[in-house]
């Protein structure tokens, strides 16, 4: 409603010895403000905050009337009363000097500001007044209290009399009340039978009066409170008659809201009891109450002291409250509390020590409530006279709180709008959604920033940031506009504002007038005339209908009511405008479908309908009456209707079904009145529903039944008149907010599946629920209530704590808007479940279930009934939370909503959920039986705190097989942390429950996706052009711990015999691509494993079978025969081996270190898939290899992975992702400067490139390659041999067979083998043919050296020992896959002893290519 805005500011007085002031009033137009000091009335202007006349009393006066008291100003503000503290009253006059301003504003030559307006001066300047004394009066007695009423003045005084005193005739019109002779009763029905006050020394302490409720709310002395009322017209003590309020004995203070019919009684203990008038009996009825929460303030509920002010704002709309001990606190209208100063950045400082809350004797309202003047009752100390004999302006114990308020608080038919719109006194904030967003572009800059305000430096009232929820509104931030200026000096302050139905258009009303603003142009539209301006005075508020603007304003020039509709695209000028004659003053307006409701000063309520017509260049919009409904029965007085509007909401819901057109007809009146929610239904008992043939504008209107009460307490309502028949709870339903009470939804209730309605049930259900926020807007669809909150910053360190008078930044705190929203779909559910109504939640919550905070709503529900029930001291007859468990289960979000929210709640509550929600461990079940692993893990860590470990272990075993066989290797990670948790006892450790699932298997292996080389830079530590600094770190968490030597627990052999397992049986089914996967990810000791399983899992049984199942899994082509073989130059093989192996090494230079390489510059992202960082890892080491040591960054060019889906043997793929082509051509050129390559050797090489699978996969192959070779697979090495399809490979591998100690089978097997895969060629696949055969005649040689023994050791892992002088100690694992992953490239450099022998011819022509490089299937 109402919010702080900035830091207060202190108004300086020009006098030279100003006295303290002590109390402050503004006049009923709220244009100028009394200050009354000791001996001294001061007149100051509201805008700018100015003195205009200071009356210094005498000193001999002074001294006979006693120090000045009170002030009250006469209605029409041309007199000043005063209270005296020996009794006197003081008349001031206030004669104006016609036409003497004493300020005026001074334009630069040439500005654009018109001097010569109408009513220029009175606007914009301050007037020169004039403050005489004109009368005394002597009462003889002390005075407590002063108060206009109508053309008296009421005066309290301490000898218990009620004076009645006449502005004019003073001294005839005085008449004296005893309050003795005044009955008081509980009620008027008991009327004479009243007792009276009884004892003498009762008084009135305070009192106010109430013109709707015509009496006035009185405190007396003992602290009773109670309202009197005259009888009739004629003010005497007989016609005066009392009413009590029971429960009341310290009240302190009074406070009478108009528009609503409220009396605020301040108590003593700290709390406000606010009371209305029972219509029907007469007695005071309580209403609500106003009291800080030890929930919200322990420190301070109970210590505020005594309510010390009250004061409502001009609109009715909230209150202000201050005590005894300082503070303000703002209540609306029925007791939602919206800022306290008594807490928070208002009470600490930045540094935590407390502040002395600000104390305050005397407070006023300024115009439309957008200032707030308070007396800092602590100012006294601070104005002593310490200051030099320059004549400055004393700074004042006077300060100017300023506020921005929503449009509902004075234009209510804003309130079937989805947009929050705030005015100030000066600009508008508005939550901008999709509409702008699209055409402004530059606002959604703020949509990436998560800067809290407070880093915005002092002055971004502007530019405001929160912390809502924004996916469906677009931007967070507030979207500000200023108000034209031109518009504002002559027209401030600011009365209505209207935004449309897209948020795209904003209009304001001012004193006169009206502008209007586009978001999308940017640009404000005001009137071209400033007469037709200054003409009219908008009365009714002003609404958008389309591109129109509707408003209801009276024609100062006519005397006239008029309803005016002006196109918003046209000039803004009377000319373009459709202007229709009303009888009486339009109070209220508002606009539904194509429909304009009018509430007018007579009580009646006029329809109108409205259409467009397009004549011309510019459309106009014609109006005629539908329907006039006189409400003067049932409305006391017209200035309480708080809001009308038209709705299509009705009681029969089961007409809508029969009849679905009449379902967006305005079907009810919707009426406000003074809190009271009263509707009006079409009376369709009638026989007029058979004239719907008519010509709808001839068809004569159904009448109105008679008036309904839905709901008390109600501050605002909202509707939407857009059908949706998939969210028709939603849409159909009407949303009232109650103030304190929270919000209130009338629901429809329908038959399901179009069943006859159950005679029992009611057509609707109002439904009350609380929510944090206070709401300003209702997003039918999207269940989300949206609202504004006050957020503060603290400055306070920007000053020094030396300077004498303390600044305001350090005593307050800045105030700024933040948006906020909230969802209150889960209490809806809740309380229809609460009503048995659980197949209505079912309706409701399926047609919200594509919400993307459903799962969240489920949550929230189940969460707070377990907080409530598990908690409570009282057993509960009748628990929700099994129906709310049960209706959970109609979701599939079922298991995942009951995990979290036990996760989210304290341990000593989860039997009490599980008892209604089922066993964890069936729970845990279902979870793997629907695959979902991630649920399943939450509930491992309920299940680990709730059994004992064996079941824990059980479960998670069971839960580890399963993510080993999908491929989850994150969640695996974490279940080999936490079965050794388990086993080690570290039960207080529970795993992280995974977030995001890892990519599966399928998208490649993510080797060593932890682990980095750092690349040296510096050209003197690169052997061969690298030098691998070992930087290998383990995989992070879960396995670092698992290798290290103290820990073989029979836990850790627990976790291997698993893992174990799994690699058996990804070998045996020949899933290679897996494997590595596997052990890339788990940080699994391949190498160890594979020479242990060497005679068994890791024999091949059929060659042929593992051929294909490679060629598939890998996506490699079968070779076919080239049409050119038989005289093609590269038959002979020295070329092949040129050409070929330059371009597999330009295209993988390294294929051990399947690593990322870290350039020092910037590492590649940890989550790239594998492919993406090996192929930038090749890339780099090409590029190093050719353009020298140092690494550029502009090579780090993503690679295209197109390798995964490409169709096999697409060579235009293999080129694509081959760094050939990235610029090592060049390279290539000129080493084959001496080849002339002819048409039928460039088809050969493409053919060539066609035959190799994407490069991926052959990085992959080759990674293999090498394990299988370091742990002396020699069946496995041959078959990747074959399929990468070089006889280097088979030769090493022979080479090997030769010279060691080789089991005579396995050498059987590989000649099998070889054979099988010689016959398949033959007859299936030929384009293995010629490689058979260049690779001939060492399988001949094979067998004849089966024979022959050799010595075992060569096979053994080469010794690390190398490599770890340069590592960091690392733990097992590491160090083995150092040695056996880094070798090749130590190798390739050093030369070292423990090289393999291979074919020297063919390292001598890469040598020659490519200086440096080496080939990455040497092991």
Not at 647 to 652: G, K, M, Q
Not at 745 to 752: G, I, S
Not at 1353 to 1359: H, I, L, R
């Amino acid at each position: 409603m109402y919010f702080l805005s900035g830091w207060p500011k202190r108004l300086l007085c020009p006098l030279e010895s100003p006295e303290r002031p002590l109390h402050i009033r503004t006049d009923p137009q709220r244009a100028f403000f009394a200050v009354l000091a000791p001996s001294q009335l001061s007149v100051w202007y509201c805008r700018p905050s100015v003195l205009i006349v200071s009356y210094k009393e005498l000193s001999k006066a002074a001294s006979q009337f006693g120090p000045y008291k009170q002030a009250e100003w006469r209605p029409d503000s041309t007199m000043i009363a005063v209270s005296t503290a020996n009794g006197y009253i003081l008349f001031f006059e206030i004669p104006s000097a016609r036409d003497k301003y004493l300020y005026e504003p001074m334009y630069p030559k040439g500005s654009p500001h018109l001097k010569g307006t109408p009513h220029y001066k009175e606007e914009q300047c301050a007037p020169s007044l004039n403050l005489e004394m004109k009368k005394v009066l002597d009462l003889q007695a002390s005075i407590t209290s002063l108060q206009s009423m109508l053309e008296d003045l009421l005066v309290a005084t301490a000898d218990g009399f009620l004076h009645l005193v006449h502005w004019d005739g003073m001294t005839n019109g005085r008449k004296a009340i005893n309050l003795c002779t005044v009955p008081f009763s509980v009620d008027l029905q008991s009327s004479r039978a009243g007792s009276f006050l009884g004892f003498e020394d009762v008084y009135i302490r305070d009192m106010e009066y109430c013109a709707t409720l015509d009496g006035f709310a009185v405190v007396f002395n003992d602290g009773r409170v109670g309202f009197i009322t005259p009888m009739s017209s004629r003010f005497t003590a007989e016609q005066l008659h009392g009413v009590w309020a029971q429960d009341v004995i310290d009240g302190t203070c009074v406070a009478v809201n108009n528009k609503y019919r409220l009396m605020a009684f301040g108590c003593a203990n700290g709390s406000v009891q606010v009371y209305t008038i029972d219509t029907t009996t007469g007695a005071m009825q309580f209403s609500h109450k106003l009291e800080l929460t030890p929930k919200q303030y322990p420190d301070i509920w109970n210590k505020t002291g005594p309510v010390k002010l009250i004061r409502w704002s001009p609109d009715s709309c909230v209150v202000m409250v201050t005590w005894e001990c300082g503070g303000l606190s703002l209540w609306s209208v029925f007791g939602a509390q919206l800022i306290c100063t008594l807490g928070g950045d208002f009470a600490y400082q930045s540094d935590g020590t407390k502040k002395d809350p600000l104390k305050i004797s005397s407070m006023t309202w300024g115009s439309e409530g957008y200032h707030l003047w308070v007396i800092d009752g602590n100012s006294s100390q601070n104005t002593k006279p310490d200051r030099d004999a320059k004549n400055e302006p004393q700074q004042f114990g006077i300060l100017q709180f300023h506020f921005i308020k929503s449009a509902l608080t004075v234009n209510p038919c804003m309130s079937n709008q989805e947009q929050v719109l705030l005015q100030g006194e000066d600009r508008l904030y508005l939550n901008c959604g999709d509409a702008t967003q699209a055409q402004n572009p530059r606002n959604t800059s703020a949509h990436s920033e998560h800067k809290p305000t407070r880093e915005r430096g002092p002055f971004s009232d502007g530019n405001l940031d929160s912390q809502g929820l924004s996916t469906l509104l677009g931007h967070r931030h507030w979207h500000v506009v200023q108000i034209h200026s031109t518009y504002l000096e002559s027209n401030w302050p600011i009365r209505f504002s209207a935004i449309d139905k897209l948020g795209q258009n904003v209009a304001v009303v001012g004193k006169f007038g009206f502008a209007h603003y586009s978001l999308l142009t940017k640009k404000w539209k005001l009137f071209g005339n400033i007469t037709q301006e200054q003409n009219m005075i908008v009365t009714g508020g002003l609404a958008w209908w389309n591109d129109f603007i509707v408003l209801a304003c009276y024609n100062l020039n006519d005397h006239q009511e008029e309803l005016r509709i002006y196109l918003r695209t046209s000039n803004l000028d009377n000319a373009f405008a459709h202007i229709t004659k009303v009888q009486a003053n339009t109070l209220l307006l508002s606009v539904f479908r194509d429909i304009v409701i009018l509430f007018r000063a007579d009580c009646s309520i006029c329809l109108y309908s409205i259409e467009r017509r397009p004549e011309g260049l510019n459309p106009t919009a014609s109006v005629q009456v539908l329907q006039e409904v006189s409400m003067s029965r049932y409305i006391p007085h017209p200035f309480l209707v708080v809001s009308v509007t038209l709705t299509s909401v009705r009681t029969e819901t089961g007409i809508s079904l029969k009849m679905p057109q009449q379902a967006c007809e305005a079907e009810s009146i919707m009426l406000n009145l003074a809190g009271q929610l009263i509707m009006l239904q079409r009376d369709r008992s009638g026989p007029q529903i058979r004239d719907k043939d008519n010509n709808p504008n001839q068809r004569k209107h159904l009448p109105f039944c008679a008036p309904v009460v839905l709901a008390q307490s109600v501050e605002n309502v909202w509707t939407t008149c857009r059908i949706n028949k998939q969210k028709r709870h939603l849409l159909e339903a009407l949303w009232l907010s109650c103030g304190g009470a929270g919000m209130k939804v009338w629901l429809p209730l329908f038959p399901r599946d179009h069943r006859k309605p159950h005679s029992f049930l009611s057509r609707r259900i109002m439904l009350p629920f609380h929510i944090n926020i206070y709401p300003l807007a209702v997003l039918f669809e999207d269940a989300l209530v949206l609202g504004a909150v006050n957020d503060t910053v603290l400055y306070d360190c920007l000053y020094t704590q030396t300077s004498a008078r303390e600044h305001l930044e350090v005593l307050f705190p800045f105030s700024i808007v933040e948006r906020t929203s909230q969802i209150y779909l889960h209490h809806i559910l809740r309380q229809l479940l609460v009503r048995n109504l659980g197949e209505q939640a079912l309706l409701l919550a399926h047609s919200c279930a594509t919400l993307p905070y459903f799962p969240h709503v489920l949550e929230l529900m189940l969460h707070e009934v377990l907080e409530e029930e598990a908690t409570s001291r009282e057993p509960i007859p009748d628990p929700l939370l099994p129906t709310v468990a049960k209706f959970i289960t109609e979701f599939p979000l079922f298991l995942q909503t009951v995990v979290h929210c036990a996760r989210k709640t304290e341990y000593a509550l989860w039997n009490y959920l599980f008892a209604a929600v089922g066993n964890p461990k069936d729970l845990f079940e279902e979870c793997l039986m629907a695959q979902d692993l991630d649920t399943a893990a939450s509930y491992l860590i309920i299940l680990q705190n709730m059994e004992v470990p064996a079941v824990s272990r059980q479960h998670a075993t069971l839960l580890f097989n399963t993510a080993l066989e999908q491929g989850k290797w994150d969640l695996c990670r974490h279940m080999i942390r936490f079965l050794k948790a388990i086993g080690s006892g570290e039960t207080e450790t529970p795993p992280a429950t995974p977030t995001t699932q890892e990519p599966s298997s399928s998208s490649g292996f993510e080797f060593f996706r932890h682990r980095s080389i750092s690349l040296s830079q510096s050209a003197e530590n690169l052997h061969s052009k690298f030098n691998l600094t070992k930087t290998l770190s383990m995989p992070s968490g879960p396995s670092g711990k698992r290798w290290s030597k103290d820990s073989d627990c029979a836990e850790n052999m627990y976790i291997d015999m698993m893992l174990w397992r799994h690699a058996r049986r990804l070998l045996e089914e020949i899933k290679l691509k897996d494997l590595g996967c596997f052990a890339a990810q788990l940080g699994f000791e391949l190498i160890g494993w594979l020479c242990k399983e060497r005679a068994r899992a890791a024999r091949v049984e059929d060659f042929v079978f593992a051929l294909k199942k490679l060629h598939k899994d890998f996506l490699w082509p079968f070779p076919v025969i080239p049409a050119s073989s038989i005289n093609s130059p590269f038959k002979n093989g020295k070329y092949k081996t040129a050409m070929g192996e330059q371009l597999l090494k330009s295209q993988s230079a390294d294929t051990f270190v399947n690593m990322e390489v870290d350039t020092g510059v910037s590492s590649t992202p940890r989550s790239r898939s594998w492919l993406g960082t090996i192929g930038s890892s090749q890339r780099e080491i090409d590029t190093a290899s050719s353009h020298g040591p140092h690494m550029q960054d502009a090579f780090l060019s993503p690679l295209l992975s197109k390798g995964d889906e490409c169709s096999i043997g697409s060579a235009t793929d293999l080129t694509e992702t081959s760094s050939m082509v990235d610029g090592d051509w060049t390279m290539v050129d000129e080493n084959f400067s001496s080849l002339s390559l002819t048409q039928s050797e460039l088809e050969h090489i493409s053919l060539e490139l066609a035959s190799k699978g994407p490069h991926k996969s052959q990085v992959q192959l080759r990674y293999l390659l090498h394990i299988f070779m370091e742990a002396g697979c020699l069946d496995w090495c041959i078959i990747i041999g074959l399929i990468l399809r070089e006889s280097s490979v088979i030769n090493q591998v022979f080479s090997v067979m030769q010279s060691s100690d080789i089991d005579g089978e396995i050498c059987q097997n590989i000649k099998a083998g070889l054979y099988a895969v010689d016959k398949w060629a033959s007859t299936d696949c030929p384009g293995y043919k010629p490689f058979l055969n260049i690779i001939k005649p060492q399988i001949q040689k094979l067998s004849e050296i089966a024979e022959e023994q050799v010595q075992p050791e060569a096979f053994q892992p080469v010794n690390p020992s190398k490599v770890t002088e340069q590592a960091n100690t690392r733990v097992e694992e590491s160090r083995t896959l150092i040695s056996h992953g880094t070798n090749p490239q130590s190798d390739a450099g050093n030369s070292s002893a423990s090289r393999h022998e291979e074919d020297k011819s063919k390292t001598e022509d890469e040598d020659s290519f490519q200086e440096g490089s080496y080939d990455c299937t040497v092991s």
